[in-house]
């Protein structure tokens, strides 16, 4: 799930240096991630785990790190899915 999640990264998060430099805890919005491209990086995930994020989980600390992104995704998408 990481791999993917670095990918759509690299994809949308606009970031100055790629995903597979960062660690799963380093602040994404320190490496440059604007809330525009957090968006972006939302709807990527959306598509990419066929799952949708609530109201809830739409917020900076959703968003914040590799760590906490993998963290909704496995809380939204099937078991089987998340391994």
Same mark, same amino acid.
């Given at each position: 799930?990481?791999?993917?999640?670095?990918?759509?990264?690299?994809?949308?998060?606009?970031?100055?240096?790629? /995903?597979? /430099?960062?660690? $799963?805890?380093? $602040?994404?919005?320190?490496?440059?991630?604007?809330?525009?491209?957090?968006?972006?990086?939302?709807?990527?995930?959306?598509?990419?785990? $066929?799952?949708?994020?609530?109201?809830?989980?739409?917020?900076?600390?959703?968003?914040?790190?590799?760590?906490?992104?993998?963290?909704?995704?496995?809380?939204?998408?099937?078991?089987?899915?998340?391994?």
């Amino acid at each position: 799930m990481t791999e993917t999640i670095r990918k759509l990264i690299d994809e949308h998060g606009r970031l100055s240096i790629p /995903a597979t /430099a960062l660690t $799963d805890e380093q $602040d994404l919005y320190e490496s440059g991630l604007t809330s525009f491209a957090a968006v972006q990086l939302m709807l990527g995930l959306e598509n990419a785990f $066929d799952i949708e994020f609530p109201e809830h989980m739409l917020n900076r600390r959703s968003f914040a790190s590799i760590a906490s992104i993998a963290a909704c995704v496995s809380e939204l998408t099937p078991q089987q899915l998340a391994s």
